[in-house]
């Protein structure tokens, strides 16, 4: 190909973002240097080092969006943006759908026929299944099929982030020219098929954001913003109030469509939401003796090969960033959501570790904090304590409990619009924290990624 064209069609956040940093990066097949390869245990970060030479992208979203995507591309004369994806697909040598994993199958059955004799398609989503089912019914059979996935959120800089590719059905030749396309983003590759891509990112997303989902919608229901009570200002508590916060300030379908559409990630929320039923029970019934003896197994299953290898997270780093003021006593807590969290890893064979070559920022620092209690003795001898012999903040603990089994029944009844709501509800509650916790969650997230 002489010249070579990168269709968009969908400009959302992440539409936007692979618009601005392919256009920028001013790319070209003709003035490239070559790329190493990084295969499945090869996590070589590599970055761009072309110089900026014409290049064209060519993108649309929905024809309402039309004149306003023109407006804000206006000033890049390399990106071409059209009123409907007809034209994109007829157009681009390298289309890629960046649109919700709830309508890839509506989107690409609209303008996948229009698709360029011979061009190269993949697609965004989080979920990869339902893509390659969508590509395969709907796309010209002389059309190759390479998908991509950036794990990490429009926001975070791209550089040494994990880029999954998947070669589904394409020549090594495309396959080659579609990373030379992608190395702008100076990401780490990772070449997966689809059906380990949704596996991996079941193991390493979906109970996260069950997770964080949970702690917002139980802090929603008590009526609490958390960085005002002091139980939840300081060390792990920033961790988890700051990325409940960076979740809920993003779109719902980001979310849902991973968790919804992945059957491996519906097992996995509803093992969640058992765990912290279970526990929760345990805790209530004054069980100590089989409570500890579940959080402990759980514990050495899911960290007893790493006791000799350093924290990912540290306490000065911890107490770094709190949207409150720190207390000088730390209030007690039991930390449910953690010690469901390794309690679920263990009763589905998990180990996250073995997943960490394409992890997201936001599962690499909630590891990092389960970790962090697990492996220091005395904090997980006084969270054991305060769950058993403290009743302070049980209602909390209820509230949280009946929020891990509502969004795990939502995920369970594949109801798109229920989640939405549920999420939207939540969002607006947050909505007026959501600049400043953009802001320290931003500083958090890169000091600590630093270190790990």
Not at 108 to 132: D, F, H, L, N, R
Request: include cysteine; glycine fraction near 6%; hydrophobic fraction near 40%.
């Amino acid at each position: 190909m002489e010249n070579t064209t990168v269709g968009i069609i969908g400009m959302g956040d992440m539409g936007k973002m692979y618009a601005r940093r392919i256009s920028d990066a001013g790319w070209s097949p003709d003035h490239m240097p070559p790329i190493p390869f990084a295969f499945h245990d090869d996590l070589s970060a590599f970055g761009s080092s072309m110089a900026p030479v014409s290049a064209w992208v060519h993108a649309c979203d929905r024809p309402e969006n039309y004149d306003a995507l023109k407006e804000e591309f206006s000033g890049r004369s390399n990106v071409h943006i059209y009123p409907n994806g007809h034209l994109v697909s007829r157009s681009s040598d390298y289309i890629l759908y960046s649109v919700e994993a709830e309508a890839i199958t509506k989107i690409v059955a609209m303008y996948g026929p229009s698709t360029k004799q011979g061009a190269i398609v993949g697609g965004q989503t989080s979920c990869k299944a339902p893509e390659m089912l969508a590509f395969e019914k709907h796309l010209p059979s002389d059309v190759q099929i390479i998908s991509c996935h950036s794990l990490h959120g429009p926001k975070i800089d791209p550089k040494g982030q994990p880029l999954v590719i998947i070669k589904h059905r394409a020549s090594e030749k495309s396959f080659e020219l579609v990373e030379r396309i992608l190395s702008c983003f100076g990401s780490a590759q990772v070449n997966l098929t689809a059906l380990k891509h949704d596996q991996i990112t079941a193991d390493t997303q979906a109970v996260t954001h069950a997770a964080f989902l949970s702690m917002g919608t139980a802090w929603c229901a008590n009526n609490q913003f958390p960085w005002e009570h002091h139980r939840y200002v300081g060390g792990i508590e920033n961790v988890k109030t700051n990325l409940m916060l960076r979740i809920y300030s993003s779109k719902w379908h980001v979310y849902a469509g991973l968790a919804i559409l992945n059957p491996a990630a519906k097992m996995q929320i509803k093992q969640y939401a058992e765990s912290v039923t279970e526990l929760f029970k345990l805790m209530l019934g004054g069980h100590r003796n089989e409570f500890e003896k579940r959080i402990r197994t759980a514990g050495k299953a899911v960290f007893g090969k790493q006791q000799e290898i350093a924290l990912l997270l540290s306490d000065d780093v911890l107490d770094r960033f709190s949207l409150g003021k720190v207390p000088k006593e730390r209030m007690p807590n039991n930390h449910l959501s953690l010690l469901a969290m390794v309690d679920c890893w263990w009763k589905l064979g998990i180990v996250p570790y073995d997943h960490m070559i394409c992890s997201t920022p936001l599962f690499r620092l909630w590891l990092g904090v389960t970790e962090y209690l697990f492996r220091k003795p005395q904090l997980l001898d006084d969270v054991i304590n305060v769950a058993i012999n403290d009743n302070t903040f049980r209602s909390d603990d209820l509230e949280f409990t009946f929020a891990a089994r509502g969004w795990s029944d939502c995920v369970a009844f594949g109801d798109f619009a229920s989640y939405r709501d549920r999420f939207e509800r939540c969002q607006v509650y947050f909505a007026p924290r959501f600049p400043e916790a953009t802001r320290v969650g931003n500083e958090m997230i890169k000091t600590i990624l630093e270190k790990m």
